[in-house]
């Protein structure tokens, strides 16, 4: 073959590859997607039992087809403080095993269907309008880029199975420390098992890998290397997320050390060789094998010993006595935005912290007052300087997720969240003005009567019924009739006792038993405790629309 025809056939197979990891992206991003919160929903249910948590590990990256991005995540939940590490370790050993589920849909020869799934799901995603019928779309589109793909890799590979360089290259591949090593840094490289096991089965398919010995160590190699993504997504995070990119990596380590001396001193390849003959399904099939035996095998052998693992990781990075708080977000982390659905459900638990700041910011500030305490007003201050931080960072989170393609519900939860971070924000610097309030009162050694104080107590009590009332709705995202009712019959009667109150005052100014001083710091609380209200109201009802339909008449 002359020069030229070998540059086409390269540029072909570039192209081929290009193909496989773009449908395997939209294959996976399609899954995750249309699982959207059920997904959510089972990651939220992981238990400090490991085994449970294995199964758990093998269902979502069976669904995002990428044990990389599941290592990610791991790290990304830790980081954000949602998950320990003995929850960690066993979804760790779970993405092991679903990340083989590619490499089984590869190893099926359906080419003759291909162009189907790939018409079908451009039919679906060009004339359906709705998002949530579209993933379907590209989860079959994707499903036949990935098999097009490796087909024309395949294809025009196969000149270097006709080529004795590249043959004694692939035959060297058979020593163990090479074919490892070989397979470590690819994998590292483009940060994907599933990818790397694809393309060795393609150079099989082509001829240039000729046994299953020549690919066994570069299979187990490949499972080390993709532990480079949790080891990135662990830079800069906090102390658990880096024990468990640690223990990620040890667990790979152990397993390929394992498997390595298996495959040498005991008939590894010949047994897969008996009951999958390579003159029968291929070298590329028995690649598939080897990379889910290599997988069941390790979760079997390691899984067990996964508290020993975990002493380990300790002993090299051991626990930090305290780790100094400081101010940011919990829940938030980039890390999780590679997987939508998750981020959003990051987002409504960031904005429950926000909420529950601006109840504690409300509380303190209407304590100083009545206890004419000034000791509080510092304390406001403090929590405001964190609720401001919080609203940026959940807006710029927010505006983050608007640019991924998710699914219609949660674009509106996230239009829900960030109209409701906007009134918690303004609670909170209504609580600044009470304790403005609080200071000018005691400076100025004003005192209300009996009766004033009465119906502060009355406005305040009121409030905090709409406080906690709106704040349940909101946080449960749940327009319960009872909970509605509440909040709207409890604001009707705030502004009611604001306006019979505001009167009561100026009566008490016109008997002369309160100052011009005392009716202004006592209609700017008022006003304060209105606002307060209108704001809880504001909460409480920035549901979804559908979540509203059963208390829209009555609204």
């Not at 160590?217 to 480079?228: E, K, M, P, Q, R």
């Not at 927010?398 to 969240?417: A, C, H, Y």
């Amino acid at each position: 073959m002359d020069a030229y025809s070998i540059v086409l056939k390269v540029i072909m197979a570039l192209g081929g590859l290009g193909l496989f990891l773009i449908g395997m992206k939209n294959m996976g991003e399609g899954l995750e997607l249309a699982a959207g919160s059920k997904l959510r929903n089972l990651l939220e249910k992981i238990t400090s039992n490991k085994f449970i948590a294995m199964l758990v590990g093998v269902l979502v990256t069976g669904v995002i087809q990428s044990s990389s991005a599941t290592d990610a995540m791991v790290v990304g939940f830790a980081n954000a403080g949602l998950m320990e590490f003995g929850q960690a370790i066993g979804v760790l050993f779970g993405a092991k095993i679903g990340t083989t589920v590619t490499s089984l849909l590869l190893a099926i020869d359906i080419k003759s269907f291909v162009p189907i799934f790939i018409f079908l799901g451009a039919i679906v995603i060009t004339f359906f309008k709705k998002n949530n019928y579209k993933y379907y779309g590209q989860i079959a589109a994707g499903f036949g880029m990935l098999f097009l793909g490796l087909s024309l890799m395949s294809e025009n590979l196969k000149w270097m199975g006709e080529s004795e360089a590249f043959l004694s290259i692939a035959d060297k591949l058979s020593f163990p420390l090479l074919g490892l090593f070989v397979g470590i840094i690819f994998t590292g490289i483009i940060q994907s098992s599933s990818a790397s096991v694809g393309i060795l089965m393609a150079l099989a398919s082509a001829g240039v890998i000729t046994s299953l010995d020549q690919a066994v160590f570069v299979v187990f190699g490949f499972n080390v290397g993709a532990c480079s993504a949790a080891i990135l997504s662990s830079l800069g995070a906090n102390r658990t997320a880096k024990q468990i990119s640690l223990s990620n990596l040890l667990i790979s380590c152990f397993g390929a050390i394992i498997m390595t001396l298996v495959a040498i001193f005991l008939p590894f390849t010949d047994i897969i060789n008996y009951f999958l003959p390579a003159k029968t399904v291929g070298v590329a099939a028995q690649i598939s094998a080897a990379h889910i035996i290599f997988n069941i095998a390790i979760t079997v052998i390691l899984l067990p010993c996964s508290s020993l693992i975990m002493k380990i990781t300790k002993l090299i990075l051991p626990d930090l006595e305290e780790e100094k708080e400081k101010m940011g977000t919990v829940y938030l982390d980039n890390r999780i935005l590679t997987t939508p659905p998750m981020a959003v459900r990051q987002v409504e638990k960031e904005c429950e912290r926000l909420s529950s700041l601006a109840r504690k910011s409300y509380d303190m500030a209407i304590k100083g007052f009545f206890d004419r305490d000034l000791s509080y007003t510092e304390k406001v201050e403090k929590n405001e300087k964190v609720i401001d931080y919080l609203t940026h960072e959940i807006t710029r989170y927010i505006v983050k997720i608007n640019g991924l393609d998710i699914v219609d519900e949660d674009r509106k939860i996230m239009g829900v969240m960030y109209k409701a971070i906007q009134d918690l924000e303004r609670i909170g610097d209504h609580a600044e003005n009470i304790t403005e309030c609080t200071k000018r009162m005691i400076d100025s050694k004003i005192y209300f009567t009996d009766d004033a104080l009465n119906e502060l107590h009355q406005l305040d009590a009121l409030v905090i019924k709409m406080i906690d009332c709106g704040f349940e709705m909101f946080n449960t995202q749940k327009a319960t009739p009872t909970l509605a009712e509440t909040v709207v019959d409890t604001e009707d009667e705030l502004d009611d006792c604001c306006n019979i109150f505001k009167e009561n005052h100026i009566k008490r100014m016109n008997d002369g038993l309160c100052t011009a001083e005392n009716g202004t710091i006592f209609l700017e609380l008022l006003s304060a405790f209105e606002r307060v209200g209108d704001h809880a109201d504001n909460v409480a009802f920035s549901l979804p629309r559908k979540k509203l339909v059963s208390y829209a008449n009555d609204r």
